[in-house]
């Protein structure tokens, strides 16, 4: 009998999604199929940190990449904008119009004044930053910093010179045996940290969760701290306060390693414990508890802080404060010690030279940028012509929604928008431009929270009007006239030069398996403890407590029908991605969430129709309960991804004014009134 051969082919694969996982996966593809060519995806079990599951977000992948709303031929608007309504053109002819947009602008105008915008829709290095090249070329403007967890970064790197300082896969390290997870979802934001704080649970480690939610994990957590949102530098003040009381800090760790330390003392050596308790919205004992752990594990535990921690106003400088605890107990650069973060910071010598490569930033003259966060007043200034947005959604991620879409309704900005779906950010587009999905393209992937690199080997797409951000622009270049070298390499090409630029030691992991980690589990960053400062030691000028003091006034003194807004993700879905795929959940974003206490001083009724407005905007919504708030804490889920000609989203109500930092947006700081609406 002769065994069939199986026509089918397995390619590595990466999530590029923005967050936390980064699966590696194979994936199983028919080539000659007609359409649904990719079959399925099984994750690596092999991968400590994938290992062999993906995150409830995201599947099945196969039913987004051949869904029926899928974008498969360039369409042109019909209708006023800030409505979906296009009709299909040629490619030819969608070309022929941008490339004569283009020229017109150059002829009359600055280059300048076409802008490129894109964040990280997709994490691939080559379709985020590959069309560049373009945009250098030109001379265009482009976005530049962040919207998420830029913040803490720069709070991070001004105390060790980097933000980068721990392994995570130290969470399942013997040596650690108390485990801090502060304001980090890990159940339904990092299902696969959360998998390996399962493990050290097993094996006995203590863990300690500190958020404004009870959420799972605080549930199964040996110690809970539900405090107020924005408070954590009060707690860090009061728990530096009792640890110099306990006489409890590592003297010679401070004076061999840190410089200033002394500063974080003085500022923490009065306070009003009652105070700030009722302030920080737990009562004494907890926090006597929470000391005990951190002392009685000392030089044994372990901080993982969540990106949400940051989304103050003061986040940056809020992460800094919770960083002051580990340095003060000397929980850094020993085995089952340290902050995790951001990871992506380890790689970025490695990265730096392919990126360079990627964007030809060396061989094209120096590029304008604007902050991304301020892309709405960028655009109000109408100093603008026409803008490209790729790997992004601004107008259902940016804050201050309502001044961005006034700006994307300018008449005289010509919009082309590359996506897989019509979103809220279409509704704007002149041209809208069908875009390949990342299992179709050549790309690398360093993940922000492991790390390491892995890869997508692009499978075939049916559809052969769909094309990757490189490829656009790329056929734009040839459009316009431009015969730089640089502009005749196909994106494999630059995949491949890119893989050869690597140490040998990395191409050869990522060519057998897919994937390269930096550490194993016992790895420990910094062992030596010398870090990218000026003089090597841990930088701890102050001030360190001192906030704004009329920001905690706000806070904390407001009307009885006001609160303050979090908005973290939902569940189901990451920033305005997987609405294709999780419809049945899209009612919950027309939902605020206040706890039963606050409902019922409101005088209001669950399910009612509510009116939630500050000085940026105004939106009804419905009116939902929730024991897992503290009061006086609202929370509207972010993310909505829908295409309905008006439906409610939370950046309405969220001001454009960067973290204090200055580097990404402060999503959690906005205060709404709720009233009721009339009939």
């Known amino acids: 009998m002769i065994e069939k051969i ?74 006023p904008k800030s409505e979906n309504k296009f009709e299909k053109i040629s490619v030819k002819k969608a070309f022929e119009i941008i490339v004569e947009k283009i020229l017109d602008i150059q002829k009359g105008n600055d280059p300048s ?12 290095l080559i379709s985020q930053y590959a069309p560049l090249r373009f945009f250098r070329k030109i001379g265009a403007t482009i976005t530049t910093g962040g919207i998420c967890n830029e913040g803490g970064c720069a709070g991070l790197t001004e105390l060790f010179g980097t933000y980068s300082t721990a392994n995570p896969f130290q969470l ?8 801090v997870i502060w304001g980090s979802n890990l159940s339904e934001s990092n299902n696969h940290a959360y998998y390996l704080v399962k493990q050290a649970l097993k094996k006995g480690t203590k863990i300690v969760v500190i958020d404004s939610r009870c959420t799972l994990i605080a549930e199964k957590a040996d110690l809970f701290l539900h405090i107020f949102p924005s408070t954590e530098q009060l707690l860090v003040k009061m728990i530096v306060n009792e640890l110099m009381a306990c006489d409890a800090y590592d003297e010679l760790f401070l004076k061999d390693y840190v410089d200033s330390y002394s500063s974080i003392f003085t500022e923490a050596a009065k306070v009003e414990k009652k105070r700030l308790l009722s302030q920080i ?37 809020i992460v800094k404060s919770i960083a002051l605890i580990q340095i003060i107990l000397g929980n850094i650069g020993k085995p089952g010690t340290g902050i995790i973060y951001s990871q992506s910071d380890f790689l970025k010598p490695v990265l730096r030279p392919i990126q360079t490569y990627i964007t030809q930033n060396e061989k094209n003259s120096k590029i304008k940028k604007i902050p991304i966060i301020k892309l709405g007043s960028a655009l109000s200034s109408e100093k603008y012509k026409m803008l490209f947005i790729y790997n992004f959604n601004p107008a259902s991620s940016l804050p201050n929604q309502n001044l961005l879409r006034k700006a994307l309704l300018n008449k005289d900005l010509f919009i082309v928008v590359l996506d897989m779906f019509l979103n809220e950010t279409t509704k704007y587009a002149d041209i809208v431009i069908p875009a390949k999905f990342d299992l179709e393209s050549h790309d690398i992937v360093s993940p922000f929270y492991i ?46 030069n890119c893989l050869k630029m690597l140490p040998l030691k990395i191409q050869e992991y990522i060519d057998l398996q897919g994937y390269y980690l930096l550490f ?21 000028r102050g001030p360190h407590f001192k906030f704004g003091k009329n920001e905690l006034k706000r806070k904390f003194n407001k009307k009885k029908n006001e609160f303050l807004l979090i908005t973290p993700s939902h569940y189901y879905f990451l920033h305005s991605q997987f609405g294709q795929l999780n419809t049945k959940y899209l009612e919950v974003f027309s939902k605020i969430f206040l706890t039963s206490e606050d409902i019922k001083a409101l005088d209001l009724v669950i399910g009612s129709e509510v009116l939630v407005s500050n000085e940026y905007g105004n939106e009804v919504y419905i009116l939902a309960e929730s024991p897992n708030l503290k009061p006086g804490t609202a929370l509207i889920y972010s993310g909505l991804s829908s295409t309905l000609k008006k439906n409610p989203n939370v950046n309405n109500f969220i001001p454009d004014d960067p973290e204090e930092l200055g580097y990404s947006g402060a999503y959690n700081s906005a205060i709404v009134k709720i009233t009721k609406v009339k009939s």
């Open 6 to 79: 199986s026509p089918n082919k397995i390619r590595f694969g990466t999530c590029t999604k923005d967050c936390y996982g980064s699966c590696v996966f194979k994936g199983i593809w028919d080539d000659e199929a007609l359409e649904y060519k990719l079959l399925s995806t099984r994750p690596l079990k092999e991968h400590p940190f994938t290992n062999g599951f993906f995150c409830p977000k995201y599947k099945q992948r196969e039913k987004l990449l051949y869904h029926q709303k899928r974008l498969k031929n360039p369409i042109i608007r019909t209708g």
């Open 113 to 124: 004044s076409i802008l490129g915008a894109f964040y990280a829709g997709n994490c691939g």
């Open 172 to 179: 399942i390290n013997p040596s650690t045996r108390l485990i």
């Open 281 to 317: 919205g737990i009562n004494y004992q907890t926090f006597q508890n929470f000391v005990d752990y951190l002392i009685k594990f000392k030089h044994q535990t372990l901080f993982n802080i969540g990106y949400g921690v940051q989304k103050d106003f003061y986040g940056g400088r």
């Open 451 to 496: 790390p390491s690199l892995s890869i997508n080997i692009g499978g075939p797409c049916p559809y052969q009007n769909c094309m990757s951000n490189y490829e656009f622009f790329q056929q734009l270049a040839w459009k316009i006239g431009y015969e730089d070298l640089f502009f005749q390499e196909s994106e494999e090409t630059i995949f491949d």
């Open 520 to 540: 194993d589990n016992n790895s420990v960053p910094f062992n030596n403890l010398e870090f990218p400062t000026s003089n090597y030691r841990i930088q701890a």
